[in-house]
C-alpha cells in the first residue's frame, strides 16, 4: 500500500442484525490519519450503508426469484399445451400425457419443456400444412 502512497487505513464492518455483510474500508495519505473519533464516525456512516447493502441483496435474490418463477410459468404453459396436443391425439388422461412426456424426455435425454415444445412446434407444422393444403 505505501507503493501508491497509503499509510493510514480504517476498516470498519458493515452490521446487520443478519451479522456481518461487508466492510468500509478508508485509506488515506497521511499516517496515523484516523483517530478513535474517525472510527467513531465511520461507523456512524457504516450503519446506513450495511442496511443499503442489505437491501440491494435483497432486491437481487428477489430479482432473480422473480425471473426464476416468470421462467416456471412460461415452461408450464408450454407443457400444458403439449399435453393437451397428446391427450387429444392418444385419448389419454392429462397425467397419462404427462407421464410419455417425461419418458420420452427421458429417452431422448432432454429436459422435459424442450420435449413439449417440440411436441407444440410439430402440432403447428402440421396445422398449418393441413391448412395451406385446403386452400
Known amino acids: 500500500m ?41 461507523r456512524l456512516f457504516a450503519a446506513p450503508a450495511a442496511v443499503a447493502a442489505q437491501n440491494a441483496q435483497l432486491i437481487a435474490r428477489t430479482q432473480r426469484l422473480a425471473t426464476q418463477l416468470q421462467k416456471a410459468l412460461t415452461d408450464r404453459r408450454i407443457i400444458e399445451r403439449a399435453v393437451g396436443i397428446i391427450m387429444s391425439r392418444g385419448g389419454v388422461t392429462a397425467a397419462e400425457a404427462f407421464g410419455r412426456i417425461q419418458m420420452l424426455s427421458q429417452r431422448e435425454n432432454v429436459k422435459v419443456v424442450e420435449f413439449a415444445d417440440n411436441v407444440v412446434q410439430q402440432a403447428v407444422r402440421r396445422a398449418r400444412a393441413r391448412h395451406c393444403g385446403t386452400s
Open 2 to 42: 505505501a507503493r501508491w502512497g497509503i499509510h493510514s487505513g480504517l476498516s470498519l464492518p458493515l452490521l446487520t442484525a443478519d451479522g456481518v455483510i461487508g466492510a468500509v474500508t478508508i485509506y488515506a495519505h497521511c499516517k496515523n490519519a484516523f483517530d478513535d473519533r474517525a472510527e467513531e464516525l465511520g
